[in-house]
């Protein structure tokens, strides 16, 4: 079984900044990518950014260009999405996610290509 758990998230002020981290234990898996998502009330499961495990390649939804910055440290089995300049509409859980194979896509943005799931971490953006 493979567990991921993320952590960090929290309260900020618009402006702010907060880092999320996800680590990845349990059995070995290997690994084609890590994703974040989010999730806001009543709204859809949405893609943030995703990192290609091998290569460290990344790919990030328009809405967080230039704010966010996914990384991952392969021996720590960990993934980070530091997160600057937080507006209030970017209040939601967030949600890592691993990719075990390659999908046929370059960089996995839809959820269904996910294999594993977080339980997500509440991160709140006051204006």
């Known amino acids: 079984q493979v567990q991921l758990v993320e952590s960090g998230g929290g309260l900020v002020q618009a402006g702010g900044s907060l880092r999320v981290s996800c680590v990845a234990s349990g059995r070995a898996f290997s690994t084609y990518a890590m994703g974040w998502f989010r999730q806001a009330p009543g709204k859809e499961r949405e893609f943030v950014a995703v990192?290609?495990?091998?290569?460290?390649?990344?790919y990030y939804a328009d809405s967080v260009k230039g704010r966010f910055t996914i990384s991952r440290d392969n021996a720590k089995n960990t993934v980070y999405l530091q997160m600057n300049s937080l507006k209030p509409e970017d209040t939601a859980v967030y949600y890592c996610a691993a990719v075990t194979r390659p999908s046929g896509s370059i960089y996995p943005t839809t959820p269904r290509l996910y294999d594993y799931w977080g339980q997500g971490t509440q991160v709140t953006v006051s204006s």
């Open positions: 990192i290609r495990w091998s290569t460290g390649f990344t």
